[in-house]
């Protein structure tokens, strides 16, 4: 049936269409208005139209120098076909439409009928995405003549420019590429009020999403917007009229997401009026109750970019409008757009501050949310509730509580071992990380079940394989916090799993951080004597090579102090001392570092040496005689008699009074 | 008009800060009547208790503690300080508070005040917000008994509110030393929101009950707090919020559903303005409107014409020719009305003082021939005002009337009067040295104005037996001849009679009385419907609603 109607049609249709492409101009203007007026309001006939193959004819005619009037109705034309379906738009956009339509941009006199018609189609093509974006080049020429429309041209002529490039604008090329064809004049002008009234919404809308779009992350272009005035005024001065409570509120909106980019691109301090007193409370009253569900999803996101990064603003918007209980009911809402924003809004609020991190965590129902959330089948409502998870998860009285009694630690693990992108798992490792502190409860149930163990630790592991440092950190730093007083099983299974070779490459590791972390790593898993002889009984060689080579590169001191404790450590051991004191290239290095400058390195040998001469133990005389004989008694004696070494006095008499025999 | 003297520079900056004082809250609260209304302007020194002090024009709050004896215990609503004896293990005898001495009226539709935290004392146990009006001054309660039931507060220590029990809520954050914390009410939705430092913290509390007293309580020695109630700019942006409610209700009016049959707008309108043009006597514009519109004129058009006849006479001060023409078109009314009668006298009289009726004018009837002057003084000097609403031509004046249905001042008809204004007009126009004689006329007046004076004191004597006959309008006529007592009596104190939008009154009350005795409203329909919006908005107001602040009748009249 559809099929014969679709038929009934290009027959029906039949005589104008073959009159498009007559020789006569009469006959083609009739053709095309009937052609225009079959296709207003109908997609069936624009499919059918498009199907018909006529819009290259249509592009041909709209192009052609020939009578105004043809080149008109064929751009109106092109332009009501692109009002179709998203079909008919990939359609018209396959057969060249964006291109020829910023060709005739190109060349159409200013304030002409066939201009607007061309901005009016191209607009409608570019709001179906994907926007043809690399139709309109970066053309300095065009960019500027663009935006002399959005200037100067017909109001109509004027919201289509803009919206087209707020669509079009989506990197640093093309903002700055913008900025220098002033397009922020253009903006300014559009949202100049009028006295007594604020601009009409359709102006206003798109010339604030075009700015946004060109501000966001953009420091020079947010510099030259905040000072662009138009009249008396400056662009800021007019956005912080746009976001008052009198005004629509998707004006109000966009007003604060510009003041909010430009906050976070630099151009406005976070203590600025504007952003204190305008975008803030702007957006913590748009997330009430009383708002639509998506005006409330973008307040809540646009919020928590906001509230990012400074302190100052995440105390504000923790005090604002009841925010925490408003964006408590946005986790609700069933959109996935709301519950991300309310997520992300919670991760800014609790960044930096204990005691706002606790008032999230005492929002009624919330962790259950953040539960539900990292199981949401939506990718970005799961990262959004990881990020708030990793937020919270740096307060250490949730870890020891609300995080044991809902179990997150199961649901981020399962969420981390289903190959999760790349931004999850950076977030997600991170969180793992704080959960794997010695004081988090959550350590232990993950390390008692013998899968989950296993699990954890090869996912750790497989961390510290990748090629971004930030996963690389975040594995070794889970594995050291995970290893830090974990019973013998533990320990072995990370030295199994991570293998010796693999804690030789993070060894030598670009990232300063993976090296403090590794040998962070081996200290916790040296620990206590049974352990440290435990492991050395297998380990050493490496273990051994491990610390000479770092004591031996060119490492920072804090790095060489890592490896020196380790030695420390080694030398608590029974029998593992003896694999110090056999080892001579170490024990000279050992004097080495008694007399160093650094003083942290110092005292880092000072303690190597304490445990090395203690006199309790077996064999205590033989390491004194061998130790006193290489020099580390002079060296301790030398030590005591330095000036700058005060502080470590009481040390140094303690091992010296373990080597009375000697002294 | 009168220039100070430069030697009162103190006074004029006091009055003007005084008036500033007064215009920022009738800004605020445009709609507020102060003599049904009061605004709260200052605490109260006699709603408080006694261990309360108060200072700096009664905005400055400070605790002084109690020594005043054993068993004095604080008997007004306290914002439930008494919880804190709970809290704190102290007693909540300590604790004490004041009230404005006004209750908020619904008629500000949003009332905001803010309190500044000038020393958090000892302990920093303030409480700010809303008290409705308490137990009896003279007598203490007992036992228990502290606080109102209708009690709303913020407390600076903890954050929490308490709404009338001693249990708080987490509220907000904690305030102390160097803090403004705002209190706004919103009487439309009856809902109450507090501000810190100009952050609006979200609502804390809803259905509020009528006629509550902005209220601060103190508890601990120290304590000092300092309030604006509207007299200094505020912290907060209220102004944002007075907008947006302006603009809400403004939404709901145009938005309001309205029967079917009550629906047919355009002929509503038309019929609005319509007899509007009629009742005034716009007698072209009406039937050039008609025409346009298809509405029928229920009155004849001579009848039309010649109540704008009369209204032109009144309209330019020559009300003995208005009478005339009354009797003769609409015999018996005058001999009906004695009030209105009398009224038109009244006129009459100060139009002769003004020197624009035709009685003492004569033969220069008209006034554009000859030059009015008072007939009282030569010397006087006619007011320099500038041409009076009368004297605008037709078409302008139609322009302008919907505007003009403002207030009744400007609601005059612009009586169409091709003339220049009469009277004071042209002399106006020539440069005269205040107090100097009229040149030109000197002589011929000298001898013409005898007789005036004769004829207007007879006049005066007629107009006097007159109202021994009358209860009412004595006052009128004692103002009237008060005119007499002054050399130059547009500059005395009785002065505003002679100005020429006086006359409108006069018009519109001959105009309806005629309207009426032909049988026809004496009032036009668009009218009546703004004095029952305004009588509307007046009984909201009584009611309790605040909607009715933001219910822009000349706003909505101007659109």
């Not at chain 1, 009469?26 to 007026?37: C, D, F, R």
């Not at chain 1, 990020?387 to 981020?412: A, E, I, K, N």
């Not at chain 2, 309108?269 to 009742?279: N, Q």
């Not at chain 2, 003995?320 to 018996?332: D, I, M, Q, W």
Request: with cysteine; proline share 5%.
């Amino acid at each position: 049936m559809q099929q014969l109607t679709v038929f009934m049609d290009i027959e029906s249709s039949r005589s104008y269409i073959d009159e498009l492409y007559s020789s006569d101009s009469a006959k083609i203007i009739e053709a095309l208005v009937t052609l225009k007026n079959s296709v207003i309001g109908s997609n069936r006939q624009k499919s059918s139209v498009i199907q018909q193959g006529i819009v290259p004819r249509l592009l041909q005619l709209m192009l052609e120098d020939t009578d105004p009037n043809i080149r008109l109705e064929a751009t109106i034309t092109i332009g009501s076909l692109a009002k179709g379906t998203p079909e008919n738009v990939a359609e018209l956009v396959e057969q060249g439409t964006a291109t020829a339509l910023v060709e005739l941009l190109k060349t159409a006199p200013l304030d002409t009928k066939l201009l607007e018609a061309a901005l009016c189609a191209l607009r409608n093509v570019f709001l179906h995405p994907p926007a043809p974006i690399s139709a309109l080049p970066s053309d300095m020429r065009l960019l500027m003549r663009l935006t002399q429309i959005a200037r100067e041209g017909s109001p109509n002529a004027r919201a289509c420019v803009v919206r087209i490039l707020s669509i079009w604008c989506g990197g640093p090329t093309e903002q700055e590429a913008l900025c220098s064809a002033g397009a922020c004049a253009a903006i300014a002008a559009l949202l100049a009020s009028r006295p007594a009234s604020g601009p009409p919404l359709g102006r206003a809308l798109p010339a604030l999403d075009l700015l946004a779009a060109m501000c966001f992350k953009n420091a020079n272009v947010s510099e030259i917007a905040l000072n662009t005035r138009h009249g008396e005024r400056s662009i800021p001065e007019m956005l912080s009229g746009l976001v008052s409570r009198d005004k629509p509120l998707a004006v109000a909106l966009v007003a604060a997401r510009c003041l909010t980019f430009m906050h976070r691109a630099g151009a406005l301090p976070p203590d600025d009026t504007r952003v204190v007193f305008g975008a803030l409370p702007c957006l913590a009253r748009l997330c009430t109750k009383d708002m639509p569900e998506d005006i409330r999803a973008t307040a809540a996101e646009t919020l928590a970019y906001l509230a990012e990064v400074d302190t100052s603003l995440q105390r504000l918007a923790a005090i604002s409008n009841h925010l925490m209980i408003s964006l408590a009911e946005i986790v609700n809402c069933p959109s996935a757009a709301a519950k991300q924003g309310a997520f992300k809004c919670f991760a800014s609020l609790g960044a930096n501050d204990e005691d706002i991190r606790k008032r999230i965590i005492e929002t009624h129902g919330l962790m259950v949310h953040v539960v539900n959330g990292m199981n949401n089948s939506e990718s970005n409502v799961r990262l959004a509730a990881v990020r708030c998870l990793h937020s919270l998860s740096r307060s250490v009285q949730q870890l020891r509580t609300t995080f044991q009694d809902h179990g997150v630690w199961r649901p981020l693990m399962q969420l981390l071992s289903e190959s999760p992108g790349m931004e999850l798992l950076t977030v997600g490792s991170s969180t793992l990380c704080n959960l794997l502190l010695e004081f988090s409860p959550a350590k232990e149930p993950m390390l008692d079940q013998d899968c989950v163990l296993t699990g954890a630790v090869e996912m750790l592991c497989s961390l510290t394989r990748r090629p971004e440092a930030a996963l690389r950190l975040n594995g070794i730093w889970a594995l050291m916090n995970m290893a830090f007083q974990a019973d013998q099983k533990v320990k072995q299974r990370i030295l199994t799993t991570l293998g010796t070779e693999q804690m030789f490459r993070l060894l030598g590791d670009s990232d300063t951080r993976v090296i403090m972390k590794t040998l962070g790593l081996l200290r916790n898993l040296l620990s206590t004597r049974q352990h440290i002889d435990a492991i050395m009984s297998e380990y050493s060689p490496q273990v051994m090579q491990a610390v000479i080579l770092v004591l031996e590169g060119s490492y920072p001191a804090e790095v060489k102090e890592q490896a020196l404790c380790i030695l420390g450590n080694i030398g608590d051991g029974e029998k593992a001392k003896d694999l110090i004191m056999a080892n001579e290239d170490v024990l000279r290095k050992l004097v080495d570092y008694l007399a160093h400058p650094e003083s942290k390195l110092q005292e880092a040998a000072l303690f190597v040496a304490g445990n090395l001469v203690w006199r309790g133990e077996a064999g205590a005389a033989a390491r004194q005689a061998r130790l006193a004989e290489l020099g580390v008694l002079r060296a301790l004696k030398l030590l005591r008699a330095r000036q700058d070494a005060q502080h470590l006095h009481d040390k140094v008499k303690t091992a010296l009074a373990q080597f009375n025999e000697f002294s | 008009m009168a220039a100070m003297g430069s030697g009162r520079g103190t006074m004029d900056s006091l009055n003007q800060v005084q008036s500033d004082t007064v215009d920022r809250l009738k800004l605020l609260y445009p709609n507020v009547n102060e003599e049904e209304t009061p605004l709260p302007r200052s605490w109260s020194t006699k709603d408080k208790f006694s261990y309360i002090g108060l200072s700096q024009n009664n905005l400055r709050v400070h605790y002084k503690g109690g020594a005043q004896g054993p068993g004095r215990r604080p008997h007004l609503p306290y914002l439930h300080l008494r919880l804190w004896m709970y809290r704190h293990g102290k007693t909540h005898k300590d604790a004490a508070s004041v009230r404005a001495t006004h209750p908020i009226p619904a008629a500000c539709g949003l009332y905001y005040f803010e309190v500044r935290i000038v020393s958090k004392g000892r302990d920093g146990y303030m409480g700010i917000g809303l008290s409705a009006h308490g137990v009896n001054m003279n007598r203490l309660p007992d036992g228990s008994a502290g606080w109102d039931k209708h009690s709303y507060g913020y407390h600076g220590d903890d954050g929490h509110s308490f709404c009338s029990s001693g249990t708080g809520q987490p509220y907000g954050p904690t305030f102390t030393t160097g803090d403004v914390i705002g209190c706004g009410v919103n009487l439309v939705d009856n809902t109450c929101f507090y501000t810190k430092n100009g952050h609006h913290l979200g609502i804390a509390f809803r259905g509020l009950p009528a006629n509550l007293y902005p209220t601060v309580g103190l508890q601990t020695p120290g304590e000092v707090v300092d309030a604006n109630f509207g007299q200094q700019p505020f912290v907060f942006d209220i102004e944002d919020m007075l907008r947006e409610l302006r603009a809400r209700t403004r939404l709901t009016i145009d938005e309001f559903p309205l029967p079917d049959e009550q629906g047919q707008w355009q002929q509503v309108l038309h019929r609005m303005v319509s007899t509007y043009l009629v009742h005034h006597g716009y007698c072209s514009t009406a039937q050039a409107f008609s025409r346009a519109t298809g509405q029928p004129i229920d009155e004849d058009i001579a009848s039309i014409k010649n109540r704008q006849r009369i209204s032109k006479l009144v309209l330019a001060g020559r009300i003995g020719e208005a009478v005339e023409a009354t009797r003769r078109l609409y015999p018996g009314l005058l001999e009906r009305d004695h009030e209105l009668l009398f009224i038109l006298k009244c006129r009459q009289f100060v139009e002769m003082v003004n020197g624009s009726d035709s009685e003492v004018i004569g033969d220069k009837a008209g006034g554009s021939n000859g030059v009015a002057t008072s007939v009282i003084s030569h010397t006087s000097r006619a007011p320099d005002c500038p041409a009076h609403t009368n004297g605008v031509s037709e078409a302008a004046g139609e322009a302008g009337e919907l505007d003009a249905a403002r207030t009744d001042v400007d609601m005059a008809a612009p009586g169409p009067a091709p003339s220049p204004a009469p009277g004071p007009a042209p002399s106006s126009a020539t440069p005269q040295p205040n107090g100097a004689p009229l040149v030109p006329c000197a002589d011929a007046e000298g001898c013409g104005a005898r007789a005036s004076v004769e004829r207007m004191l007879a006049f005066g004597r007629e107009l006097y037996a007159m109202s021994q006959k009358l209860h009412h309008h004595k006052t009128m006529l004692e103002d009237a001849f008060s005119l007499l007592a002054y050399s130059n009596p547009w500059d005395s104190p009785v002065g505003w009679q002679l100005e020429p939008v006086r006359r409108e009154a006069v018009c519109e009350a001959l105009n309806s009385a005629i309207l009426e005795s032909q049988g026809m409203q004496w009032i036009s329909p668009v009218e009546a419907c703004v004095s029952h919006s305004r009588e509307l908005l007046r009984r909201m107001a009584r009611a309790a609603l605040g909607a009715c602040a933001f219910a822009d009748l000349p706003a909505l009249l101007r659109r």
